[in-house]
């Protein structure tokens, strides 16, 4: 067992999910948000069959008086990691040109994935450890043209955006952890397993050193390298 603790949002499927199975397995105390609770449940499960105790709650990062109560119920003691993975897509991936996206889509992208963002970090950093990590999952979309991906494309980008900026601004180290694609909900199942790169994320949480992750992109690339 250890003493640290890991918060995940976005924990109730893909990414986030098998994130928080990893870190439990390792001994780690996780807290969990999604707004689903039934899917937050069958996290919960895994990470109980994992050896670990979770301690979930129900919040939509798109209120920030919701993440702000959320954190001050649930968060234990202090936090020395975050895993701010809730995002959304509202169409295949692939199939919608940026000039055909939906106004309500856009905005429901926009609200989740940046503004949302952007409030799961700014009202966990008062309980996180001077030392700790943001981890921010990102992909190669918000970087490189890639027809049909809608807002999205575009929210990663500024998601990686705000990771820079409160890198540049706090004391804890915050940076982008880029999985390559991932089977999950978001990209219609297509990619690897989540499990199989769920321990890159704690490589980044422990090993990677701060100065290669504050305010930079870590991929596959170099958690390969450095754990082979
Ligand atoms: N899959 C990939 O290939 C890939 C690659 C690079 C980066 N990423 C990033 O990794 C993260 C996780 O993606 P994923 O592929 O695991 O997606 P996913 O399976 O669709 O999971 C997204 C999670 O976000 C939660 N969520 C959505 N809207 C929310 C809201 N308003 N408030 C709170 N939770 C919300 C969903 O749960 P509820 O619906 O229960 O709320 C779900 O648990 C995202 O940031 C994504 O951009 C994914």
Not at 34 to 57: F, I, K, M, N, Q
Not at 156 to 166: L, M, S, T, Y
Not at 208 to 224: N, S, T, Y
């Amino acid at each position: 067992m250890t003493d640290r603790t890991v918060l995940i949002t976005g924990a109730s499927g893909g990414i986030g999910s098998a994130v928080a199975e990893e870190f439990a397995a390792a001994g780690w105390q996780t807290v969990l948000c999604g707004r689903s609770a039934d899917a937050l449940a069958v996290t919960a499960e895994a990470v109980s069959g994992a050896g670990g105790t979770p301690v979930t709650h129900e919040v939509d990062v798109r209120d920030e008086t919701e993440v702000f109560y959320a954190l001050a119920e649930c968060v234990p003691e202090t936090l020395d990691v975050v895993i701010p993975a809730a995002a959304t897509i509202p169409h295949a991936p692939g199939e919608r040109p940026l000039d055909e996206d939906r106004y309500e889509d856009v905005r429901t992208v926009l609200d989740t994935n940046v503004y949302g963002l952007f409030a799961v970090i700014r009202e966990s950093l008062a309980f996180m450890h001077p030392e700790g990590r943001v981890l921010v999952p990102s992909g190669s979309v918000a970087r490189e043209p890639t027809p049909g991906m809608g807002m999205y494309a575009p929210s990663k980008a500024a998601a990686e955006a705000i990771a820079r900026g409160f890198a540049a601004d706090v004391d804890q180290t915050v940076g982008v952890v880029d999985p390559g694609v991932v089977a999950t909900d978001l990209t219609d199942g297509k990619g690897r397993d989540p499990a199989d790169v769920a321990g890159m994320f704690r490589w980044a949480a422990l090993e990677c050193p701060p100065a290669d992750l504050d305010g930079e992109i870590v991929g596959l690339r170099e958690w390969k390298q450095a754990t082979r």
